[in-house]
């Protein structure tokens, strides 16, 4: 990958930190992750990345991502977003709020919505037990 590992843990790391517990789910998701896009300390990152995260509020985050997003190589915007999606998903559920970090990261990313709700939606075709909770 063209991307720093870091600016990809950011990603990642704020869909582990967005309900501020690193499930045993989430830990598997991160290290598919690293293993599909060939990093290396990847779980390190994501741990040092969610440090960085943890004292901030919703704006202070969504900043750190645009920070973080324009790290990111056109060319692997997908990916980025895939490996949020993947993050998000692990518990089987897909909430209001998981939505509404989806579109911030979307934004963060410069990937347009419609083709961010496509992914979603591509990937929850895929895994069948997913479950959409509105609240």
């Known amino acids: 990958m063209k991307t720093d590992i870091k ?5 990642v790391a704020s869909a582990v930190w967005a309900d501020e517990v690193y499930d045993e789910a989430e830990k598997v998701a991160v ?7 060939e990093l290396d300390g990847f779980a390190e990152a994501v741990d040092a990345e969610i440090a960085a995260l943890s004292g901030l509020d919703g704006q ?3 900043d750190y991502l645009v ?11 997908a990916h980025v977003f895939e490996a949020v999606m993947q993050i998000l998903l692990s518990d089987g559920t897909l909430s209001y709020a998981e939505a509404n970090n989806l579109l911030v990261v979307a934004d963060a990313l410069g990937l347009e919505h ?7 939606a591509d990937m929850i075709k895929e895994e069948a037990d997913i479950e959409i909770d509105f609240n």
């Open 7 to 11: 600016n990809i843990a950011a990603f």
């Open 114 to 120: 419609e083709y961010a709700l496509l992914m979603v």
């Open 31 to 37: 290290e598919e992750i690293a293993e599909a896009l």
């Open 60 to 62: 202070g985050v969504s």
């Open 67 to 77: 920070e973080a997003g324009q790290g990111v190589d056109d060319e692997e915007i």
